[in-house]
């Protein structure tokens, strides 16, 4: 049984930079394209980013579009969020999550594993 494991979340000032890695334990995620998905106070959870196994594609929501940079590691079965330029409003849990279906931004049941979340908080 597979399952996403993410860390590197904190606490930054507004301008500062994190880099979240998930581990994707238990199970062959290179056929999956793996993304991230954030909630924040009272928000709804919405997409990030995402990376596909095939050519190694990325897509951004606008929000994030040249701050983050989402990329994966075969090697290691990890994928990072690289967020740099952090704003207040990035305040959120991030989720890691891999899909086959949906591509780039998958509805919530296509989604065949989510992890447990890391917080990022951003002060201004």
């Known amino acids: 049984q597979g399952r996403l494991v993410e860390s590197g979340g904190g606490w930054v000032q507004a301008g500062g930079s994190l880099r979240c890695p998930c581990a994707?334990?238990?199970?062959?995620?290179?056929?999956?394209?793996m993304g991230w998905f954030r909630q924040g106070p009272g928000k709804e959870r919405e997409f990030v980013a995402a990376?596909?196994?095939?050519?190694?594609?990325?897509y951004y929501a606008d929000s994030v579009k040249g701050r983050f940079t989402i990329s994966r590691d075969y090697a290691t079965n990890t994928v990072y969020l690289q967020m740099n330029t952090l704003k207040p409003g990035d305040t959120a849990i991030y989720h890691c999550?891999?899909?086959?279906?949906?591509?780039?931004?998958?509805?919530?049941?296509?989604?065949?594993?989510w992890g447990q979340g890391t917080q990022v908080t951003v002060s201004s």
């Open positions: 994707a334990v238990g199970c062959a995620f290179d056929t999956y394209a």
């Open positions: 990376n596909s196994w095939i050519r190694d594609n990325t």
């Open positions: 999550a891999a899909y086959r279906y949906g591509w780039p931004v998958p509805s919530f049941n296509h989604v065949a594993y």
